[in-house]
């Protein structure tokens, strides 16, 4: 397994692939400045050289030699996101992509059209895969089931993230499917700590060392009634052991030549392939 180490979650990934008893190949793919300060980062005792965009294809192509059943696992920045996906297409490397952004349906088009192995996911928890997965179901069985209501969501997340979260788009989506209007724009983002505090709940110890506490309140149209989903999550362990679980489930696909080639973690969760 191949990742960028350089981020907090890819540490997290790292860590957790070590206790799952998964190689990590000794790189770390990295931004152009990370280098200029370092040129290896540790994680659990294992040494990973840092290989700067400059050297990447040439780097890949001689690890894919080295390495057969090289994996890479992505959570770079969003506005990166659709240059990742060409690299790994170019090169036919398969890949685990928990980033969120960019253009959902030309990646998935581009990596279904390359037959390149992959799962993307806009969250890797394992916990939370299961909620979206009822959600999902719920709305093809029981369209239209909230017709009347109005709905709100909050989310809050560490200030660096930017972007809104994956996990709630994919949610809103379901409770469009069941009949209420509503766009992703309105979303509330929740990034200044003291909102996080106290208005979320956020412990504050993990208001920026790492969280993820999202609220979908839906009300009847006369306020008779109002239903209430909530998943708060502190720290990353959830994500990097989901995101090991992807890999472990991507490499059984490989190795029995499936026909499908890209995957969510929803397939994931229906294969029974979560430790």
Known sequence: ???????????????????????LVPYTLCGPNDVLTRSHVEVGGVQLELVPPAVRDATVADLKARYPNLMMVDYT?????????????????????????????????QVEAARTFAVIAPNMGKQIVAFQAMMDMMAKSFPGAFAGYKLRVVESHQSTKKDTSGTAKAVVQSFVEMGIPFDVSQIELVREPKAQVELMKVPESAVHTGHAFHTYQLVSGDGSVMF????????????????????????ARIAGKAEQRLYNMIDVLRAGDMR
């Open 77 to 109: 920045l969003p506005d990166a996101i659709h240059s990742m996906v060409d690299f790994y297409v170019a090169h036919d490397t398969p890949f685990v992509m928990g980033t969120t952004g960019g253009d959902r349906a030309r990646i998935h088009a």
């Open 228 to 251: 209430e989903f909530q998943h708060n999550v502190v720290g990353r362990t959830t994500y990097a052991e989901g995101t090991v679980d992807a890999c472990l489930f991507l490499a």
């Open 1 to 23: 397994m191949d990742l960028c180490c350089t981020g907090k979650m890819g540490q997290s990934v790292a860590e957790a692939a070590l206790r799952a008893h998964v190689e």
